[in-house]
């Protein structure tokens, strides 16, 4: 009793120092205060064109880690970093909260050619960078050319190098590619954020310059480990903000959950832990929000590295793996399970036949036909050579009982494993070392997971299963490689046409499968809370939370 109210008081004081003063164990998903809305929108009961006070003085909005000064080039994670971001910097065109491409920085009569190549649209008038400065097309030109040959970053680089050239007209934009791409609107035009030509050329390193965007909200202030200041653009082009500033402290999931439940916070970047949902809906004053998610949780081979450089020995460890149990116990059900082919159902590209199969009899006669056959005094396989394997499983704290169980499934078949917990800095440096999928990584298997946007890309099988990985398989982190697999990319990212695009990424679905360089663990269902009395602007995006943009802009 005495840790849990020092972690509450802890939890106050750090909102009390931050803000001055504070701003206003099964889910019961019965109860009218929990939404099952599909679209992941506007929660029902806060209805869009519900009456919104002008402009609001603050809200206290918690972020669960830090995330560096959250420019393009520092956010560290796709939640809550990327999140973030995107209030402060825009992109040509973006997500809606309904999961749609939308045109946002330039006008709605965009046009696309037939074959997929040219992308011709016009700036909306009136923006600005937040000194002040005139945003123009020569800053959108610049951008591409930037991430193309000036800095290479392992996220916007792979995109600007599609582009053959960018020409401007005044307001009127051109972008051709080099090569057709269908998923080009969405995985490119509504994902690199621009940035300012007056800031960035020049400057081989962009790393330490400052958070200046053209977003919504401006970074006012960051202090290192603690918090971060938000204040609205009063002049932005798509309107004023509804709350004049942001306040973010800088907290953990479960001091954050806590302090919302005290009516301490307005919301926070992360999910309500499913065994406390039924302490969010005793409180009037807060909305839960349940749509489906496509956060991923997965388990990583590292595919270089015996014994996981055999894909039958993967494939012995994808059987032996009860996901049920895990989305049970860990997700109280509120979770989707994965597929051997990766896609989540629900998406375009999703195939049925790629269900895991649980079989423990199965995984033990594999790993037998393989050579694993002698074992210790404890029951646990020895190596090909005859010694232990010494196999490590690296996690961070919000995977790690998803690690527990593996940990248990691998014994039941003789697979002895040693987990290592690293916070996430450490493990990204093991597994994604400078965020550079062609860096040599260090471990044998890893928890990790990639956010809604990335597993809702087109092609998204791609990018975490190509070998070409500065290019489109910049998100192979098992540095797996299969020539079929390639061959078919290679086919799939040039086709202009649905249904071979379909067809062909099928058949990636089922190498992948095959060779089970991952295991997708399950995508987290989205749940999420906001206080309604603080604020009541709120919009849910759909797979996410209502920490974005449309919760804050006029309707």
């Not at 600005?128 to 680089?157: C, I, Q």
């Not at 059987?319 to 049920?324: K, M, P, S, T, V």
């Not at 649905?498 to 058949?507: F, G, H, P, Q, V």
């Not at 679905?509 to 997708?520: L, V």
Request: with cysteine; net charge negative.
């Amino acid at each position: 009793m005495k840790k849990k109210l020092c972690l509450f008081l802890a939890v106050i004081f750090l909102i009390s120092a931050f803000a001055g003063c504070a701003d206003k164990n099964a889910p019961n998903t019965e109860s009218p205060k929990v939404s099952d809305n599909p679209t992941g929108s506007v929660s029902p009961d806060v209805s869009p064109d519900s009456e919104i006070p002008e402009q609001i003085d603050s809200l206290t909005i918690a972020i669960t880690r830090d995330e560096n000064s959250i420019t393009p080039i520092t956010y560290v994670t796709g939640t809550p970093g990327f999140d973030i971001m995107k209030l402060m910097y825009d992109s040509l065109f973006a997500i809606s909260a309904e999961n749609t491409v939308i045109p946002w920085m330039v006008a709605d009569d965009f046009e696309i050619s037939a074959d997929q190549k040219t992308f011709t649209m016009t700036l909306l008038d009136g923006q600005m960078w937040h000194d002040g400065t005139p945003l123009t097309g020569e800053d959108v030109a610049f951008t591409f050319d930037y991430y193309k040959n000036t800095y290479t970053h392992s996220r916007w680089t792979p995109i600007a190098k599609q582009v053959e050239s960018v020409t401007v007209n005044g307001n009127e934009i051109v972008i051709t590619l080099e090569n057709s791409n269908p998923g080009f609107l969405r995985a490119g035009l509504a994902d690199i954020r621009i940035v300012a030509k007056h800031q960035f050329e020049g400057v081989a390193d962009p790393t330490d310059l400052p958070n200046m965007g053209s977003g919504a909200f401006r970074q006012a202030e960051y202090k290192t480990a603690e918090y971060y200041t938000l204040e609205a653009m009063d002049s932005y082009f798509r309107g004023t903000p509804h709350v004049k500033t942001i306040k973010m402290p800088i907290m953990d999931g479960s001091q954050a959950q806590q302090a919302l439940l005290a009516g301490e916070l307005a919301t926070y970047t992360g999910g309500v832990s499913v065994e406390l949902l039924d302490m969010f809906d005793a409180n009037s004053d807060i909305i839960v929000e349940r749509s489906d998610g496509y956060a991923s949780s997965l388990l990583l081979f590292n595919c270089e590295r015996a014994p996981f450089d055999n894909a039958d020995f993967r494939k012995a460890l994808s059987l032996a793996i009860n996901l049920d149990q895990i989305i049970e116990q860990i997700m109280l059900g509120y979770g989707t399970k994965g597929t051997a082919g990766y896609v989540r159902s629900g998406l375009d590209e999703f195939n049925e036949g790629f269900d895991y199969v649980y079989d423990v009899a199965a995984a033990n006669t594999l790993l037998d036909s393989i050579g694993y056959t002698e074992k210790d005094t404890n029951g646990m396989r020895l190596g090909l050579d005859g010694n232990p394997m010494e196999l490590e499983l690296l996690t961070g704290s919000g995977r790690s009982r998803i690690a527990e169980f593996l940990e248990q499934h691998f014994a039941a078949v003789g697979i002895d494993i040693t987990i290592t917990s690293l916070d996430g800095d450490a493990l990204d440096l093991r597994v994604w070392p400078d965020f550079d999928t062609s860096k040599p990584h260090d471990y044998d298997m890893a928890m990790f997971g990639w956010s809604a946007p990335v597993v809702q890309r087109p092609g998204a099988i791609v990018a975490i299963c190509s070998s070409d990985y500065a290019g489109a398989g910049g998100m192979n982190l098992s540095h797996y490689v299969n020539p079929e697999f390639d061959a078919l990319a290679e086919r799939f990212l040039a086709s202009v046409d649905t249904a071979e695009r379909l067809a062909l990424s099928r058949d990636m679905q089922q190498i992948a499968a095959d060779d089970a360089p991952f295991i997708t663990i399950y995508f987290s269902d989205s749940v999420s809370a906001v206080n309604t009395a603080m604020y009541d602007g709120w919009v849910f995006a759909k797979g996410g939370n209502a920490v974005n943009v449309f919760s804050f802009l006029p309707k």
